[in-house]
C-alpha cells in the first residue's frame, strides 16, 4: 500500500523569506505522481505544483518548487520569498500513474507567516 | 471556468439522523470522487465515478454512506444513519478522464458535518 509521511505538523516563516516542508511516501511502483495542496481557511484544496515521477528535472511554480528525491522517495516543497497569503495547511499528495484513482495524502503541515 | 460547486457549506445533525450533500464538478469533467477529511487527517477517498459508473468505493461504509451520479454529472453523498464519527469535512473534486490534465483532481470548498 502506498503511504506519504509528512512529518512536521507545523512550520513558521517570517515574511519574504525561505521554508521547506517535507514528504515521503512509501512505494513500489515506479509510474506515479506527487502534488502539493494548499488548504487555507475556506477549505479549498488548491493545487500548488506537481511532479511526474519519470522527470528528473524538479517542477517549479513561480515562488514555489519541490526537491524531488526519487531513490529516497522524499519529496518536499519550498516556498520562496513567502507572503501573507501562503499561510494554510499543505497536503503531500501521491497517486500512481496508470490508475485514475486512489490518491493518497498526508496528513499535512500547518504553516504559518509571521509579518 | 465555473469550479466545483458543493453544497450546503455547513450541516449540524443529531445521530442516527440523516444527511445529504451535492457536488456539481467542473463542465467536461467526466470522473468524480467524494473525499471524507476527518480533523487533523489529509482527505480520504470514498467513491469514485466515472461518468455514472462507479470505478471505486472500496472505502465506502456501504452500511450507512450511498452516492449516487445518475446523469453522469452532478452527484449526490448520503450518510443514513449518521454516527458521531462522521463528524468531517466532505470534499468533492473532479477530474478529465483523458488529456495532459487527467491527473489533476480540481476540489469544491467542501461541507463540514457535525453530528451531535
Known amino acids: 500500500a502506498q503511504t506519504v509521511t509528512q512529518s512536521q505538523p507545523e512550520m513558521s516563516v517570517q515574511e519574504a523569506e525561505t521554508v521547506t516542508l517535507s514528504c515521503t511516501y512509501d512505494?513500489?511502483?515506479?509510474?506515479?505522481?506527487l502534488f502539493w495542496y494548499k488548504q487555507p481557511p475556506s477549505r479549498q484544496m488548491i493545487l500548488v505544483i506537481r511532479?511526474?515521477?519519470?522527470?528528473?528535472q524538479n517542477a517549479t511554480e513561480n515562488r514555489f518548487s519541490v526537491n524531488f528525491q526519487k531513490a529516497a522517495k522524499s519529496f518536499s516543497l519550498k516556498i520562496s520569498d513567502s507572503q501573507l497569503g501562503d499561510a494554510a495547511m499543505y497536503f503531500c499528495?501521491?497517486?500512481?500513474?496508470?490508475?485514475?484513482?486512489?490518491?493518497?495524502f498526508g496528513a499535512g503541515t500547518r504553516l504559518t507567516v509571521k509579518p | 471556468e465555473a469550479g466545483v460547486a458543493q453544497s450546503p457549506r455547513y450541516k449540524i445533525i443529531e445521530k442516527r439522523q440523516s444527511v445529504a450533500f451535492w457536488c456539481n464538478p467542473i463542465?467536461?469533467?467526466?470522473?468524480l470522487y467524494w473525499y471524507q477529511q476527518i480533523l487533523g487527517q489529509g482527505p480520504k477517498l470514498l467513491i469514485q465515478f466515472q461518468n455514472n459508473g462507479v470505478v471505486d468505493d472500496s472505502q465506502l461504509p456501504k452500511d450507512r454512506f450511498s452516492a449516487e451520479r445518475l446523469k453522469g454529472v452532478d452527484s449526490t453523498l448520503k450518510i443514513q444513519p449518521a454516527k458521531l464519527e462522521d463528524s468531517a469535512v466532505y470534499l468533492c473534486?473532479?477530474?478529465?478522464?483523458?488529456?495532459?490534465?487527467?491527473?489533476?483532481?480540481?476540489f469544491g470548498a467542501g461541507t463540514r458535518l457535525s453530528v451531535l
Open positions: 463542465s467536461g469533467h467526466a470522473t
Open positions: 499528495a501521491y497517486r500512481r500513474g496508470y490508475n485514475n484513482n486512489d490518491m493518497r
Open positions: 511532479q511526474e515521477a519519470y522527470k528528473q
Open positions: 473534486a473532479s477530474s478529465l478522464v483523458g488529456g495532459a490534465l487527467k491527473n489533476i483532481q480540481y
Open positions: 512505494t513500489s511502483e515506479s509510474d506515479y505522481y
